[in-house]
T-cell receptor, first 112, second 117 residues
């Protein structure tokens, strides 16, 4: 059983469309991180959200942390082909070792 | 941001041989490093948590005698896949934890593609 349920698993859209990726859990996280990974490379950190209700923007990407710190979303406006990749959410439950619990990932393909 | 390197980036080996993968934090000290494996188009699966100067903590189902982890210093952890078999072929990724403000952030290495023939 995944601690973090990420959806959708696959997303295929045209350039210019908007999209939202969701990560949901019944558990509370002290922080939640979003990563983007390209084939054959390691994940690259996009953002860390810490405070319930927090909204962070990174150019066309908007990240939101739920008020109860159990869920998060990633919204991309006017997707571009360069946004193609695997998006991963990962939550930290505040353990001393800093272990992350990963969602299953969302494979995004943006077509020209 | 913090930089984590892995070496080698790719390795091909014969069945039965052992392979060592290095993970280094280049510009920060990491008391904790994590080892993951990843299958194509899937998420990361945590294999073990490595702490400098102590034994690694393995996730359920991961054989500690097969995947040997050594965290010799605050900037280096190694994963040795012993007696590798084709089913061990995968993408292995390490991460190093750094405290940024009040939040532990994991920075990931570029991964090592292991192919066992």
């Amino acid at each position: 059983t995944q601690l973090l349920e990420q959806s959708p698993q696959f997303l295929s859209i045209q350039e210019g469309e908007n999209l939202t990726v969701y990560c949901n859990s019944s558990s509370v996280f002290s922080s939640l991180q979003w990563y983007r990974q390209e084939p054959g490379e390691g994940p690259v950190l996009l953002v860390t959200v810490v405070t319930g209700g927090e909204v962070k923007k990174l150019k066309r990407l908007t990240f939101q942390f739920g008020d109860a710190r159990k869920d998060s979303s990633l919204h991309i406006t006017a997707a571009q082909t360069g946004d193609t990749g695997l998006y991963l959410c990962a939550g930290d439950r505040g353990s001393t070792l800093g272990r992350l619990y990963f969602g299953r990932g969302t494979q995004l393909t943006v077509w020209p | 941001g913090a930089v984590v390197s892995q070496h080698p980036s790719r390795v091909i080996c014969k069945s039965g041989t052992s392979v060592k993968i290095e993970c280094r934090s280049l510009d920060f000290q990491a008391t904790t490093m994590f080892w993951y494996r990843q299958f194509p188009k899937q998420s990361l699966m945590l294999m073990a948590t490595s702490n400098e100067g102590s034994k690694a903590t393995y996730e359920q189902g991961v054989e500690k005698d097969k995947f040997l982890i050594n965290h010799a210093s605050l900037t280096l952890s190694t994963l040795t896949v012993t007696s590798a078999h084709p089913e061990d072929s995968s993408f292995y990724i390490c991460s190093a934890s750094s405290l940024a403000g009040n939040t532990d952030t994991q920075y990931f290495g570029p991964g090592t593609r292991l192919t066992v023939l």
